[in-house]
């Protein structure tokens, strides 16, 4: 397997709640592939806190500029509000921003993102600025390190969560080139993909299937079939694959998921909070104690990842003194009269800088996510397809730490082997990594929705509406039908690209074709139900224009994480032209929700 030009490949794993970066030498990765070195010097100095990833968190100046990222970002901000400062709410500050690009139905180069004071900023700005810091970052370890490498020798690999659409993944892109990354340098990866990479290359003994009398895993065989779980902040991405060969991978599955990630669990710990000392007073503890706020969410973090069942004792966990004062100072009553006049009397107490949570409720907060990943996960498990063909399903990710949602797969699935790589955490950066040697490890990928253009077609009065009829010299036509390129389902295959043949309208103007989607395997019309615009291919005509017989030929990958198009002269094959596929400027329609 070939590794490529660059001398060195760097994954910046971008996400909802916390982001990080690792690298390796290609001359490593020849002799061992998993010599990856992963940014281990993040530290929350409140907390002490060390870890190989930092908050995904922003602050940004009062004239818009780049201040800190991470837990820098968090320090200089709780500095801010602690000291008073007069302009502290001229300061931009941004927190868990990633989801935008799966939350906003339509997207495009403008769209705006609120700080957590409600200031809007291009949200564009906001991306490029956080990944900005973490390729500098990146560049001032591998400096450190007396490592002779220019920005421009660098394969940079940017994670992205499969469940993403086009428009998501050219925003990112472009985020990514603002910040200063050559765009032919740039690869995106889908997360569940980079992990599978990695969790096929470790050692089988660094895997755990939560059985200890289990001292053999099968390894990853010609023909074995997985299915990954990529559990994020943000989102849940699952991924089904089957080995093909030593060093390639074939989807089996169409990537899916949800948002179902771990802040799911912190909005559920902030429902319960509100449910003891009301919605108000939990509002007002937010606005006026953001310190003690962050403090809350650390701790909670922590505390989420160690607790493994109902089984328990109690969960401790140490609150700030604010939340229950917030509470007596408007209301009068004590915090034991919050709690007695509660849905959770007799389940939570309070003990000078102490809550004691019942365990069954504490695992309560879990609830939503982990029975929208067991109902997920069965019925992939039921399609014909994967049903009685699937060899493990392999749990990565840093919400995979919670101990809680692993156990709950385990026992939804227990004749399953479940696996949980020792480094789960790492598993999609590292497999980024893994990736950017050699992006066609994943030799083929399954087409989540059918893709085309709208056509002129001879009329058929059995298929076609009527409104839809024209005539041209005497024979009658049908407009805006469904030229399909690919269908829901179909196998894309890396470096096969589908050739169509379009012919020329305008002699000096660019072609333009408009792309449609739907999730129907075999659509009529680009205008019935459920048929949506995605964006655009553009082919740019030659300085001189297009000749009179010019007929353009047209190559779609529909197999790679992004679409790429190119496009030549159908009589002279040996001139090509620049084309584009655009998903953000002239993005129409909503995408059917899965």
């Known amino acids: 397997m070939a590794s490529g030009d660059n001398l060195l490949v760097a994954a910046i794993d971008f996400g909802t709640t916390f982001s990080g970066y690792a690298f390796s030498f290609r001359h490593e990765y020849d002799l061992n592939r998993l010599n990856i070195y992963a940014n281990t010097s993040w530290i929350a100095g409140g907390a002490g806190l ?5 908050p995904t968190t922003l602050l940004l100046n009062p004239d818009k500029s780049f201040n800190s990222f991470g837990y820098q970002a968090e320090e200089e901000y709780i500095g801010l509000l602690d000291n008073n400062e007069e302009d502290k709410d001229r300061y931009y500050y941004f927190k868990r921003f990633k989801m935008l690009l799966h939350e906003k139905e339509k997207l495009d180069r403008n769209v705006t993102i609120a700080d957590i004071g409600g200031k809007k900023m291009p949200a564009l700005d906001v991306f490029y600025l956080s990944i900005g810091y973490l390729k500098d970052n990146l560049m001032h370890t591998l400096k450190n390190r007396n490592v002779g490498i220019h920005e421009d020798e660098i394969r940079f690999v940017l994670t992205i969560p499969a469940i993403w659409n086009e428009p998501a993944k050219q925003f990112m892109r472009e985020a990514a080139i603002k910040a200063g990354i050559l765009s032919k340098n740039l690869v995106l990866a889908l997360e569940p993909e980079a992990a599978s990479l990695y969790c096929k290359t470790i050692p089988v003994d660094r895997m755990d299937t939560g059985n200890p009398e289990e001292t053999s895993i099968i390894p990853f065989q010609e023909g074995m079939s997985y299915m990954v779980l990529d559990l994020g902040g943000g989102t849940v991405d699952v991924t089904v694959h089957q080995v093909t060969g030593e060093d390639t991978l074939r989807e089996i599955y169409r ?4 948002a179902w990630g771990g802040t799911k669990v912190d909005e559920a710990f902030q429902n319960l909070l509100k449910n003891v000392i009301n919605e108000d007073c939990f509002k007002t503890f937010c606005q006026e104690n953001r310190p003690d706020l962050l403090d809350l969410e650390r701790e909670f973090e922590l505390r989420k990842r160690t607790v493994v069942d109902s089984a328990a004792k109690p969960v401790v966990l140490k ?3 604010a939340l229950p004062s917030t509470y007596e100072d408007l209301t009068g009553k004590s915090r034991d009269d919050a709690i007695k006049e509660s849905v959770h ?3 939570i107490k309070f003990k000078r800088d102490k809550m004691h949570i019942d365990a069954d409720l504490f695992c309560k907060c879990f609830s939503e996510c982990t029975e929208s990943i067991k109902t997920h996960v069965k019925t992939i498990l039921q399609k014909p397809e994967i049903e009685g063909h699937l060899d493990a399903i392999i749990m990565v990710g840093g919400f995979s730490e919670s101990g809680i949602i692993v156990k709950s797969v385990r026992d939804a699935f227990p004749d399953m082997r479940v696996i949980v790589p020792q480094d789960a955490g790492l598993a999609v950066v590292k497999g980024a990594v893994l990736y950017g040697h050699c992006p066609t490890a994943i030799s083929s990928r399954l087409c989540k929705l059918s893709y085309g253009v709208a056509v002129r077609a001879v009329f058929k009065p059995d298929i076609h509406p009527e409104n839809q009829k024209s005539e041209v010299d005497g024979k009658f036509y049908c407009n805006n039908v469904f030229g399909k390129f690919v269908a829901a389902g179909d196998e894309a295959k890396i470096g096969e690209p589908v050739k169509r043949h379009f012919g020329i309208t305008s002699p000096n103007a660019p072609v333009i074709l408009d792309i449609y989607a739907s999730s129907k395997k075999n659509p009529v019309m680009v205008t019935e139900e ?13 300085e001189s224009g297009w000749n009179a017989d010019s007929q353009i030929e047209v190559d779609m990958d529909f197999g790679g994480t ?4 190119s496009a030549r002269d159908l009589n002279d094959r040996t001139t090509s032209f620049s084309a584009t596929f655009d998903f953000l400027e002239r993005m129409r329609g909503e995408e059917p929700s899965e």
Do not use: L
């Open 562 to 565: 992004e679409f790429t198009v």
């Open 345 to 347: 009397d007799g389940k």
């Open 319 to 321: 609150v700030p003194v």
């Open 50 to 54: 060390v870890s190989w990833k930092t």
């Open 255 to 258: 990537a899916s998921g949800g």
């Open 530 to 542: 459920g048929c949506f615009n995605i964006g655009s291919i553009t082919v740019r005509s030659p």
